[in-house]
């Protein structure tokens, strides 16, 4: 069992920066995979980024690479999400999740914990 909460959202100008956080509960978090994910309005939800238990393995969605940056802290049972170069198109709420298998996975039914979301909305 493992509770996560987001924040961080926001509201931002299209070329900026914002940085998400999901601080999550619980001693076994340090053995999860986690992720991030994001779904606009109107559409699907959307991967975004994983990392490893350990942190040493990442996976980005092709439309993030080299703007957004995933990392953890499993001392203090964090997990970021740096956001930048940020465009309108990035607009959703953003959602956290935790795999206790580890498996690193763009798929949405591979985790089994979410977080209630956070707003980002980047204007244009």
């Known amino acids: 069992q493992v509770q996560l909460v987001e924040s961080g959202g926001g509201l931002v100008q299209a070329g900026g920066s914002l940085r998400l956080s999901c601080a999550a509960s619980g001693r076994t978090f340090g053995r999860y995979a986690m992720a991030w994910f994001r779904q606009a309005p109107g559409k699907e939800r959307e991967f975004v980024a994983a990392?490893?238990?350990?942190?040493?393995?990442?996976y980005s969605a092709d439309s993030v690479k080299g703007r957004f940056t995933i990392s953890r802290d499993n001392v203090v049972n964090t997990v970021y999400l740096q956001m930048n170069s940020l465009k309108p198109e990035d607009t959703a709420v953003y959602y956290c999740?935790?795999?206790?298998?580890?498996?690193?996975?763009?798929?949405?039914?591979?985790?089994?914990?979410w977080g209630q979301g956070t707003q980002v909305t980047v204007s244009s």
């Open positions: 990392i490893s238990k350990s942190g040493v393995t990442t």
């Open positions: 999740a935790a795999d206790p298998y580890n498996s690193v996975s763009s798929r949405g039914t591979a985790y089994d914990y």
